[in-house]
């Protein structure tokens, strides 16, 4: 990964993981340890879920360009709804606390799209690759 995604990751994935230590201590106080493993758990998920689709992302624009716009709206609903599916397969489960691992997949999932569109709207990427100057006769 070049080094612009690898900051734009982290810009991404630290906050996002600080929701879900909030997350896991008030889900700790409320719900007891089951609680804080549920929003631990749920932190987990959305990090990398959230953090694969952003690799992914980069890769298509790298090879595929065209695909972009088209991919990135997919591969969000993709997203989206597999956090769905996670939330609704682990409802009844005694693993965990379900709500508080929904209200923290939620969270973090909202924390990573905002800090993710910060981070790329702070990030200084150009759009067309500048021509090599010199030419070679």
């Given at each position: 990964m070049p080094s612009n995604d690898v900051r734009i990751l982290a810009q991404a994935a630290v906050p996002t993981a600080?929701?879900?230590?909030?997350?896991?201590?008030?889900?700790?106080?409320?719900?007891?340890?089951?609680?804080?493993?549920?929003?631990?758990v749920a932190t987990v998920i959305v990090i990398l879920f959230m953090g694969l689709g952003l690799y992914i992302l980069q890769?298509?624009?790298?090879?595929?360009?065209?695909?972009?716009?088209?991919?990135?709206?997919m591969?969000?609903?993709?997203?989206?709804?597999?956090?769905?599916?996670?939330?609704?397969?682990?409802?009844?489960?005694?693993?965990?606390?379900?709500?508080?691992?929904?209200?923290?997949?939620?969270?973090?999932?909202?924390a990573w799209i905002a800090a993710q569109t910060r981070a790329h709207m702070k990030s200084k990427i150009l759009y067309v690759e500048p021509e090599k100057s010199g030419h070679s006769s």
């Open positions: 600080a929701v879900g230590a909030i997350a896991a201590v008030v889900s700790g106080v409320v719900a007891g340890g089951k609680g804080a493993v549920g929003a631990a890769r298509t624009a790298k090879s595929l360009p065209h695909l972009f716009q088209a991919m990135g709206l591969l969000y609903a993709a997203q989206i709804l597999l956090l769905f599916i996670f939330m609704a397969a682990f409802k009844n489960t005694t693993l965990f606390h379900p709500k508080a691992f929904a209200f923290t997949l939620v969270a973090g999932t909202l």
